[in-house]
């Protein structure tokens, strides 16, 4: 698989689900790597395990958790004053946290559980991040993607709706808008040295994934992604390798799926699509005038 030996000494890197699976293997290959690393998710036990493991395999002990729930804005907001107030840069953002299966039920915001994991609250995320990521360039935004946003269909009236969508609908749903969203914000950043790409980590094994899903479905699914699946281990070195070779400080609006450029959905080159699903998200999310960077 695709490495590489730059250092990031002096770096920060922010990498949410941080605590098992793909995250975690990010995480480890970052703080190899010399950087100071951030990992991120909601429970707290998972989080101190990781990052222990984490500082005695690297040896950097410049490695910290914060607990983030994407499920609630109120959390993501709280996460990133948090972020604000102890780190002075951030040079790699990655948002790699997303489920499947979830419950088909509305958060306490309002939203459809699956689109807030998967999309909503990194929107949100993302967007509180700009200024300190602005200050950092060069930087860079590395985004989860799926296979399964080539089927995916964006309805801004019900994209929230429940009962609506079968799990992989929603979960198609949910990866378009952040591949869309991608494409907005690498256009929009352009000018200030933030790069944004997105990666479709394909098929990973030993990782939690399936868990939430009916166990039939789980086994089946299970099956094939044991006969075809990468190991986490390689998908962690890929998603490390996009945040660290310099060759990213440049390329910007691109998607990658085996370490290798890879084609990206048809509706990324569509602005007006695009500048809409910005407005509407930023609404949805309840961007304040405090928050808002664009007015």
Request: charged share 25%; proline share 2%.
């Amino acid at each position: 698989m695709c490495d590489t030996n730059v250092r990031l000494d002096g770096k920060v890197a922010l990498i949410t689900g941080g605590s098992s699976g793909i995250g975690y293997e990010t995480a480890k290959n970052l703080a190899n790597k010399g950087a100071r690393v951030v990992i991120a998710s909601r429970n707290e036990t998972k989080l101190m395990r990781a990052r222990d493991k984490i500082e005695k395999i690297s040896g950097n002990r410049n490695v910290s958790y914060k607990l983030l729930d994407l499920a609630s804005l109120k959390s993501v907001r709280s996460f990133v004053s948090a972020t604000i107030n102890t780190e002075e840069r951030l040079d790699i953002l990655v948002n790699n946290a997303g489920a499947v299966g979830l419950s088909d039920r509305l958060t306490e915001d309002g939203l459809n559980l699956t689109m807030q994991v998967n999309f909503f609250g990194t929107f949100l995320l993302t967007y509180l991040l700009l200024p300190l990521l602005k200050s950092s360039a060069p930087s860079g935004i590395i985004n989860s993607s799926a296979s399964s946003m080539y089927v995916g269909h964006i309805d801004f009236e019900q994209w929230n709706d429940i009962e609506r969508y079968t799990p992989i609908e929603v979960l198609a749903n949910s990866k378009l808008a952040v591949t869309l969203f991608s494409a907005e914000l690498s256009a929009r950043l352009k000018e200030y040295g933030v790069t944004v790409n997105t990666y479709d980590p394909f098929v990973v094994k030993d990782t939690d994934i399936l868990d939430n899903l009916p166990s039939l479905l789980k086994n089946i699914t299970q099956l094939f992604v044991d006969i075809v699946g990468q190991p986490k281990e390689d998908v962690g070195r890929e998603i490390a390798y996009l945040a660290s070779d310099p060759q990213f400080e440049t390329i910007s609006g691109e998607h990658y799926k085996f370490c290798k450029k890879w084609i990206n959905h048809w509706l990324v080159d569509d602005r007006h699509l695009t500048r809409e699903l910005w407005d509407v998200s930023k609404k949805i999310v309840n961007i304040s005038t405090s928050e808002d960077r664009e007015t």
